[in-house]
Every structure is written in structure tokens, then in C-alpha cells.
Nanobody, 117 residues
Framework: QVQLVESGGGSVQSGGSLRLSCVASRYTYSSYCMAWYRQAPGKEREWVSTISTDGTTSYASSVKGRFTISQSNAKNTLYLQMNSLKPEDTAMYYC???????????WGQGTQVTVSS
């Protein structure tokens, strides 16, 4: 079992930045594929970014060039640095972990990001 706890969400103006964190209850670096998803009100959950066990990263086209996924081995923490935020980035953001990169076995409770114009 892996428990995931997200933090770092908040309210920012368009063009601002936030860094989300996701702390895992156990060692995940190089053992689990880690990902960020988001879900806006009335919309389906949307994949944002993935970092695989070998460190390979991938991004949805809507966030590529603005968001950066990374992780800290020592802190068992996954990050999502979000720059140049847009109102359409407003959503609940979730981190996920899995033995493979989808479907994911473990999910956090989410952290809310609100971007105003």
C-alpha cells in the first residue's frame, strides 16, 4: 500500500506559478511510475504528466513547456512546478502511483488549483 498526500494548491492570477507536492508513505523512487492528473468541475479526469521509473517524463500538450514534473528520492516526494498558469488550468489536481504507468493503483485526495483571469 502507498498513501499519497498532495499539497501546494491555491489561488493565483493568470500568469502566476504554483508548485504542487505529493508525499508518499513509502519509497517510490525508481519503484513506481508517478503521475499527475487533474479534474475540472463538470469534466472528466485528465492526465497531466508522468515520470516513469527510469526518470522519463511526459506531458499533456496543454501543459508542455509550462509544467515540470520531478521527484525527490530522499523525501519520497513528487512535484509539479506549474508556471504561466491559465484559467483553464483550474482543477483539482491528483497524484497517482502505480507499478506500471497506468492504470494507477494508488491516488491522493487532491489539491485545488484556481487560476483567475
Amino acid at each position: 500500500q502507498v498513501q499519497l498526500v498532495e499539497s501546494g494548491g491555491g489561488s493565483v492570477q493568470s500568469g502566476g506559478s504554483l508548485r504542487l507536492s505529493c508525499v508518499a508513505s513509502r519509497y517510490t523512487y525508481s519503484s513506481y511510475c508517478m503521475a499527475w492528473y487533474r479534474q475540472a468541475p463538470g469534466k472528466e479526469r485528465e492526465w497531466v504528466s508522468t515520470i516513469s521509473t527510469d526518470g522519463t517524463t511526459s506531458y499533456a500538450s496543454s501543459v508542455k513547456g509550462r509544467f515540470t514534473i520531478s521527484q525527490s528520492n530522499a523525501k519520497n516526494t513528487l512535484y509539479l512546478q506549474m508556471n504561466s498558469l491559465k484559467p483553464e488550468d483550474t482543477a483539482m489536481y491528483y497524484c497517482a502511483a502505480g507499478v506500471v504507468c497506468g492504470p494507477y493503483n494508488y491516488w491522493g485526495q487532491g489539491t485545488q488549483v484556481t487560476v483567475s483571469s
